[in-house]
């Protein structure tokens, strides 16, 4: 990785070009105003940019008299959304804050002119970079140096930016595993020594960047730092668990899907149908992921397997479990998982060439109950293969078997 002597941006990316004129427009009204954080950082690393964070010395009022389209966002922190050429842009003032007592908000947030003052107060200090619409990056806390070094470093003293935001603690190991960085050694004892405060965070904040670590790159090196800084400890349930197993027991293969994330954690921990409702309502995970989740669980953990469970658990659990089966060194078993599945007969009622009406009318049967109870026997003599799935043969079994019953 190369960073010109002039600490220039030479090549803008094209979302950042699309806004140029944004902060043209800002500086032309006699204000500072500067791209940061994460899109300066992905830039620098020729990753892809995901948002553009804008920082100005113009206070909220002063930015909506120079654009015609704007959004009061948070404006009582200083955000406004500016509407341009149908793109939506979030411009905060540059501020300081003070007074954490929730160890998440400021209590007061005050609005500065100085670029100093706001960038001093951000997280790491790859995300603490700056660049003007010229292209010159504003480095004042060395994350250049950082971004170099591969590592993760505070902005200043780690115990003060966790004591503001705790959920910053998360965020350090998400970006060890998005970015495959090292957390430097100061930085990482100051997890271990505020760890605990990881309890005053909303779970869904922490939820978040627990399941943005689990789909990185660097996986188990995030995991890593989380066992040894105890960091773990303060999620949801991770404690009750054999924490380890998830280092050691896996690869970094990548995790696409949010319920194979807890399906591997499952299998791992070898938890049942209602051990796995407990962790994942813990975790406030949506009811269609915990579903999900715990079907692709019990699916592996069902020994022998066989090809009714697989029918059952449908192509959604059967792709999750085929997943967790990679991502922990099984991959010939994940192949003959998704071999075997593909080659039922039969994968889910709407494929079955016979309905509820049409057993009413050729079985003469009344509607109700039973009518659900003979769908279900076709379908488990299909997957059986003691039946055919043609309309005709299902017709003649069910004559036959109503006969007999």
């Not at 951000?122 to 250049?144: K, M, Q, W």
């Not at 715990?294 to 699916?299: E, G, Y």
Request: charged share 20%.
């Amino acid at each position: 990785m190369n960073y010109s002597l002039a600490m220039k941006i030479n090549h803008w990316p094209q979302p950042l070009k699309q806004a140029l004129p944004v902060l043209q427009q800002i500086e032309a009204a006699g204000f500072e105003a500067y791209f940061v954080g994460g899109c300066v950082r992905d830039t620098l690393l020729e990753q892809p940019i995901h948002d553009v964070d804008l920082a100005t010395s113009a206070y909220p009022e002063e930015i909506k008299q120079i654009f015609q389209h704007t959004i009061d966002t948070g404006i009582e922190h200083g955000t406004v959304t500016v509407v341009w050429q149908q793109q939506n842009y979030e411009i905060t003032t540059f501020r300081t804050e003070s007074g954490y007592q929730d160890f998440r908000r400021p209590d007061q947030v005050t609005f500065v002119r100085s670029l100093q003052d706001d960038l001093k107060r951000r997280d790491f200090t790859i995300n603490a970079l700056a660049v003007r619409s010229t292209g010159e990056i504003i480095d004042l806390f060395s994350g250049i140096q950082d971004l170099q070094h591969h590592e993760i470093q505070a902005v200043g003293q780690a115990n003060e930016r966790f004591h503001e935001d705790a959920l910053r603690m998360m965020r350090a190991v998400r970006f060890q595993s998005q970015l495959d960085f090292t957390i430097a050694p100061a930085t990482l004892a100051g997890i271990q020594t505020n760890a605990a405060l990881l309890k005053k965070i909303a779970v869904e904040r922490i939820h978040t960047e627990f399941i943005k670590l689990m789909q990185g790159r660097a996986r188990r090196r995030a995991l890593q730092s989380m066992w040894q800084s105890q960091l773990y400890r303060f999620c949801p349930q991770l404690q009750l668990y054999d924490f380890r197993k998830l280092i050691e027991q896996t690869t970094d293969q990548p995790l696409v899907q949010e319920a194979s994330i807890w399906s591997l954690l499952g299998y791992l921990w070898q938890l049942d149908h209602l051990a796995m409702k407990q962790l994942l309502k813990a975790w406030k995970t949506s009811n269609e992921v915990l579903k999900v989740a715990q079907t692709a669980t019990q699916l592996l953990l069902h020994d022998p397997l066989n090809d009714w469970n697989l029918y059952q658990a449908r192509a959604s659990a059967v792709a999750v479990a085929t997943e967790v089966l990679q991502v922990v060194g099984q991959n010939k078993v994940a192949t003959a998982l998704q071999q075997r599945w593909t080659h039922l007969p039969l994968h889910q009622p709407a494929d079955l060439q016979i309905n509820g009406q049409i057993i009413m009318q050729a079985c003469q049967q009344p509607a109700g109950p039973q009518i659900g109870s003979l769908l279900t026997l076709v379908q488990q003599k299909i997957i059986q293969r003691q039946l055919a799935n043609d309309q005709q043969a299902i017709v003649h079994f069910l004559k036959i078997y109503l006969s007999r019953n």
